[in-house]
């Protein structure tokens, strides 16, 4: 704090400084007196000043332009009565000040206007001496009883003061001005000329604090709370002289005597909307703790914590020094590309940009003999811009002076033919001394020139060159013993090919050998032990599953299988690794560890030779793993292009006393009376806009947050949910056809935020209905007898499919932001509040939430932008009183978006989001590259023509093909034929309806 500055110039407030030093935040003293400008008609008496002000609430965003022009600011109660209520007489000043509140869930609005012949205001750093200018100032006191107190200062130069007072004896202006960061915003608007001192005009402030700005204080206030606060001007004359007024009852010249503050209530927000509950339980019931499976043996933690690196795709030790070599691909997968060096050591704080090109770079390596010759090599793909793309092996030399490749040492050893998907992008030296390199299919999907089995491109191939001997005319040249020598049609740096996108390459350093992560396509990822001369079989096989067995495989060359393969119930981007021989982990020497970008799971595998002989999983992670990397000491890195670098570490021991993990339903603390499904008054029942085909399921939904947890509000995606945040879901099944009353409850699935990490658990319910037990991890299919009339001997069987843990989160990926139905697309809509079944009130879920104080905006944003009925939203796909376009459009974000979306685990590049707009989902008449269903001239959607668009026959089918690919065992007919219906109403152009 500061002794107060308002007094009336330079030399009078220096002599009042000398003459009463201010220490801490004590009783100031009384300035001395200063002579008041005349005034042509002097007010000598004051009205009463109100004994409460309120703060009114606002429904819709306040913009903070200076202009006050929302409607909300014109209901706003307007506060004038400031005066200076220390004097006897004329306690009015000379001139008028008018000011309005309001607030919402996110901010303090404030607006002032103030008349003012003489404006003023010569400083403009932020918490200088800003009172020694005209001045508008807000004290807020949240605490009656407790001493902290803010300080908020803005003048017509739109210069700004802000500080956190904990107590007025504990410091002065010089310790607390900049102890603390606000958010707070303003504008200002003139009217007038400043420091001019002739103008007849005034100037006005809008501004906006963020409760966020007083979290020490508890931050907002709920309805009907009582602040204390005072609303002060300083008004200067000529520069010299000024006025001090307030509205509040100060009983001395001093704007920090809050014991005299005024009173300020925050109003209610008006009822102008139905909401489903009038009030939220907290939760504090939950035994969702621990763990039903045993904890893996490692985790990860943070490598720098001093350190910020975005996107990092790969790392590597530079010879000789204790640095590393950090690769980021800086905004989408197409780059630009980025290495900086950085000091391996957990300290430490800054890196070094050595290296940039407008190509997303993949790796690098160095030569075998880089501490003579200081060359490395680096695999790219560009250009950046342009239809076209190449994958380049470049080498460059290191300036030992600069510590950057030397530019003028360029040499492009290698241009792959054009490669516009799947570049591959593993590069490394043998123990051969050979240049070894994976190249993709060139695709975005399934290879559809068959490239795979096309032994004349370097594409889909492991390569093999020799760069320190290269052959007349090229950079490098071909070691002799390569498998495809002298074979007309075949190029001969091909070592290994019948890959689709080899992801990571690396050498066994003891062994030699060399393994192969590959990102699979529909329903396989694979790894591969690699061998000379071998075939892996893409695209006729994925893994060891045919996958388009019409193409034509390579007969010259050895079909191998995987070495080891995971579904995708397990795994969907497979990240290939590295075999550890550190010694900080001896369990996992010699181990091949390898992960999976899309779960971040890590697994650790032993190989002989010729099989694996122990496969395990070491580590359940929520990053997106890129790369994979051993240094001298032992340290495993692993490379997270959500999060940055991270280490492999031991997992804590678990604790014996912790609780065991609940085994039935009836132990989570969810239900109160489990058999009659009746959940705990906590949970929050919600339903969604267009729900995920369950082969015909009911459900029921419910959101249970932990006491008084907030959702962090994500308007365009999934929203973030807090420690022990928990999704429930029962599934049930009419088990004769279309009466209610045989529904039978199936599962109820949980989806738990724990440890930061999302985790699946499924509960089966016994056959009397009373409770429901914990499945296995890996999941179960149970076969149920259904009446139905329509089925031959009146009845059919129906299997249905309990989900393993890790096939939870096959769907809930990071992608969707793991949680699928909270989001504002499917939340926008109405619900029946009743218990049960039972009728209640019908209200909008995102007012019901956002008044049940469930969900907490981003910074500096409004909750919502628009009221909720304004806000775009999914529909259901069966209401045929909505468009064709909605419908389909809707089906598709529902069943499909989780995974066809940017970064999604989709494998077809296209983007079934139902906010993207239509040219660019990239479906409309686009070719199909994986035609398992073999249609002739297929399109992923041929507009005006079902019969030719795979998207609807994969809907439309069950068993290979199918889409979803897990997760239903039964076609929704009604789904397939809106989308004939769609589809065949298309116009016959690649801008169908908008």
């Known amino acids: 704090m500061r002794k107060l500055p308002h007094l009336v110039s330079a030399s009078l407030f220096l002599m009042a400084l000398l003459a009463a030093a201010f220490s801490c935040r004590t009783e100031l003293p009384t300035p001395p007196s200063v002579p008041k400008p005349p005034t042509a008609n002097p007010i000598h008496a004051a009205v009463l000043p109100p004994t409460e002000y309120v703060c009114t609430w606002t429904d819709t965003p306040i913009t903070i332009d200076g202009k006050a022009d929302e409607p909300a600011w014109r209901n706003a109660p307007v506060v004038d009565h400031f005066t200076m209520p220390w004097l006897k007489e004329d306690k009015r000043p000379q001139n008028g000040t008018r000011a309005r509140l309001l607030w919402d869930k996110e901010n ?104 966020s700005d007083l979290a020490q204080t508890g931050g907002r206030p709920k309805a009907n709370d009582t602040w204390r606060f005072a609303l002060c001007r300083v008004d200067y004359t000529n520069a010299t002289t000024s006025e001090l007024s307030t509205i509040a009852p100060l009983t001395k010249r001093n704007f920090h005597r809050h014991e005299d503050y005024a009173a300020l209530r925050f109003a209610a927000a008006p009822a102008t909307k139905p909401v489903g509950l009038d009030h939220r339980t907290p939760w504090k019931n939950s035994h969702l703790t621990g763990s039903p499976d045993p904890a893996p043996p490692y985790t990860i933690e943070k490598a720098f914590l001093n350190l910020k690196i975005v996107q990092p795709v790969y790392v590597i030790e530079e010879p000789g020094t204790d640095n590393l070599l950090v690769i980021q691909h800086l905004g989408s997968w197409a780059g630009p590309g980025k290495i900086i060096r950085i000091k391996n050591d957990a300290t430490a ?84 001394g050979m240049l070894y390199f994976t190249t993709g299919d060139t695709s975005n999907d399934s290879d559809r020139a068959n490239r795979g089995q096309d032994l004349s491109h370097l594409s889909a191939a492991m390569i093999r060159i020799d760069v320190d001997h290269p052959d007349p005319g090229k950079n490098y040249g071909i070691p002799k013993d390569n498998p495809f020598i002298n074979i007309e049609g075949v190029r001969p740096e091909i070592w290994a090919h019948g890959f689709r996108n080899p992801w990571r390459m690396c050498f066994d350093k003891k062994t030699g050998a060399l393994w192969v992560g590959q990102n699979g396509q529909d329903l396989w990822e694979q ?246 037990e914990l499945a296995s991890a890996s ?122 979306v940017e970064a999604g685990g989709g494998n077809a590049s296209v983007d079934l989001d139902f906010a993207t707009s239509a040219p660019k989902t990239k479906i409309f008449d686009q070719p199909a590259q994986a035609n398992l269903l073999a249609i002739p001239d297929a399109k992923l959607i041929a507009t005006g023509h079902p019969e030719k668009s795979i998207l609807h026959h994969r809907v439309a089918t069950r068993g290979t093909g199918q889409m979803p690919p897990i997760g239903s065992n039964f076609v929704d007919p009604t789904a397939s034929k809106l989308l004939e219906e769609w589809i065949r109403k298309l116009p016959a152009s690649t801008q169908p309806m908008q």
């Not at 009883?145 to 007025?168: C, G, H, Q, W």
């Open 108 to 211: 303090l609005y404030f607006f002032a206007e103030m008349d003012d012949p003489d404006l003023y205001s010569a400083i403009t750093e932020h918490n200088a001496h800003v009172w020694e200018n005209d001045c508008f100032e807000l004290f807020f006191k949240p605490s009656a009883d407790k001493p902290p107190y803010y300080e908020f200062e803005v003048t017509p130069a739109n210069a700004t003061l802000d500080m956190f007072i904990p107590s007025r004896d504990q410091g002065g202006y010089d310790q607390f001005k900049d102890k603390d960061t606000f958010h707070w915003k303003t504008a200002v608007s003139l009217r007038g000329k400043l420091n001019a001192h002739t103008d007849k005009g005034g100037w006005s402030v809008e501004g906006r604090i963020p409760w």
């Open 349 to 432: 704080d800054s890196s070094q940009t050595i290296f940039e090109a407008q190509e997303l770079i993949y790796s690098l390596c160095f030569h075998p003999n880089y501490a003579q010759n200081g060359n490395l090599y680096i695999y790219s793909n560009g250009p950046l811009t342009g239809e076209h793309h190449f994958n380049h092996v470049t080498r460059y030399t290191m300036d030992r002076k600069t510590g950057r490749p030397d530019p003028a040492s360029k040499q492009l050893v290698l241009e792959e033919s054009e490669s516009n998907g799947h570049n591959g992008g593993g590069i490394d030296f043998g123990p051969d």
């Open 527 to 772: 790894v591969y032990a690699v061998h000379k001369g071998e075939n892996y079989g893409w695209p006729v096989y994925e893994g060891s599953h045919p996958f388009h067995p019409q193409r034509k495989l390579e007969t010259r060359t050895k079909l191998t299988m995987p070495t080891i393969e995971h579904h995708h119930s397990e795994a969907r981007s497979i990240t290939g690794g590295i075999v550890y021989h550190g010694t900080k982990f001896a369990d996992l020497t010699g181990a091949y560890i390898y992960g999976d970008f899309s779960t971040g799971r890590i697994w650790a595998a032993q190989y002989d030779g010729a099989k694996v002989t122990s496969h395990k999983l070491i580590a359940r992670t929520q990053a997106q793993i890129t790369n994979f990397y051993a240094d001298k000491n032992g340290d495993l890195f692993i490379c997270d292009d959500a999060a940055g670098i991270f280490k492999l570490i031991p997992a804590p021991p678990q604790t014996a006393l912790a609780a065991p993990f609940p085994r039935l339903l009836s132990q989570t603390g969810l239900f109160t009376d489990t058999a009659k499904h009746q959940p705990d008054p906590a949970l929050i029942p919600y339903d969604v806009n267009a729900p995920l085909w369950s082969d015909n399921a009911k459900k029921q939904r419910f959101i249970a947050l932990p006491n008084d947890t907030q959702i962090d509000h994500m308007p365009a995606h999934g929203w973030n949910f807090p420690e022990g945040g928990t999704l429930v879901k029962t599934f049930a099944l009419d088990m004769e056809e279309g009466n209610p009353a045989s529904t039978r409850r199936l599962e109820t699935r949980i989806m738990l935020k724990q440890g930061g990490q999302w985790a699946g658990y499924t509960y089966l319910w016994n056959d009397a209905q009373t409770d429901a």
């Open 779 to 900: 999941g179960v299919d149970q076969t149920y007898t259904i009446k139905d009339p329509a089925a031959p001997n009146g009845q059919r069987q129906q299997t249905w499919h309990y989900p393993s843990r890790a096939e939870c989160l096959v769907c809930h990926s990071r992608a969707a932001n793991f949680v699928l139905g909270l989001s504002d697309l499917q939340m926008n809509r109405d619900f029946n509040y009743g218990s049960n079944g039972s009728a209640g009130r019908i209200a909008n879920q995102l007012d019901t939430l956002a008044h049940l104080d469930v969900l907490r905006a981003e910074k500096d944003k409004p909750l919502f932008p628009k009221p909720p009925e304004q806000l775009p939203h999914l529909v259901n796909p069966a209401d045929a009183s909505q468009s064709l376009d909605a419908r389909a459009r809707s089906y598709l974000h529902a069943n499909c978006a989780h995974c066809h």
